[in-house]
């Protein structure tokens, strides 16, 4: 049983539509990160929320923190083919220092 | 900045042999990750150091090993191989203290034939 729950596994869409990922779980983190990777290539950082109800932007992506800190997630306008990947949610629980993985969400955008 | 660097990037072994996999974290970053990545497990954690301590471990067979030198520069160890070692071995360090963000390196594809 995965501590950090992704969905969907996968996605395709078209260019130019809209995507939600979500990442749950029933543990209470005290900070969570977002992870984007590449075949052949490491994750790379994309955000970190520690602050429940907190809302990022990264351009076309949108990061929230639940209020509770249990679960987070990434909403990408307009995807675009360079926003291929597989992305990650990752969390540190409160009091630990393992970062946790969830098992991933596969995104490809045709053009 | 030099990232995170991890020597050999491919590797292909044979059933029972033994390979060391290398990493060289950020620098000034004292803490390193190491995670076996695989199509079916996903990310999985194996251990970390910090100043040449492992501070936690994963759910992994003895088999598998791993060191800390001084310079923060990290080593993995895995005996005996078995067909299902078979995966990418990602490193990744972050700094003493933060929010958990890491940084990895791009990895190395280990094959067991």
């Known amino acids: 049983t995965q501590l950090l729950e992704q969905s969907p596994q996968f996605l395709s869409i078209q260019e130019g539509e809209n995507l939600t990922v979500y990442c749950n779980s029933s543990s209470v983190f005290s900070s969570l990160q977002w992870y984007r990777q590449e075949p052949g290539e490491g994750p790379v950082l994309l955000v970190t929320v520690v602050t429940g109800g907190e809302v990022k932007k990264l351009k076309r992506l949108t990061f929230q923190f639940g209020d509770a800190r249990k679960d987070s997630s990434l909403h990408i306008t307009a995807a675009q083919p360079g926003d291929t990947g597989l992305y990650l949610c990752a969390g540190v629980k409160t009091g630990g220092f393992k970062t946790i993985f969830g098992a991933g969400t596969r995104l490809f955008v045709k053009a | 900045k030099a990232g995170v660097t991890q020597t050999p990037r491919y590797l292909i072994k044979t059933r029972g042999q033994q390979v060391t996999l290398s990493c060289s974290p950020i620098?000034?970053?004292?803490?390193v990750s190491w995670y076996q990545q695989t199509p079916g497990q996903g990310l999985q954690f194996l251990f970390e150091y910090f100043s040449e301590t492992q501070r936690n471990k994963g759910n992994f067979p003895g088999r598998f090993s791993g060191r800390q030198f001084s310079n923060s520069r990290s080593e993995m160890n895995v005996s005996t191989l078995e067909l299902g070692d078979s995966a990418l071995y990602l490193c990744a360090s972050r700094v003493q203290g933060n929010t958990g963000e890491l940084f990895f390196g791009e990895g190395s594809r280990l094959t067991v034939l």
């Open positions: 620098s000034g970053h004292r803490s």
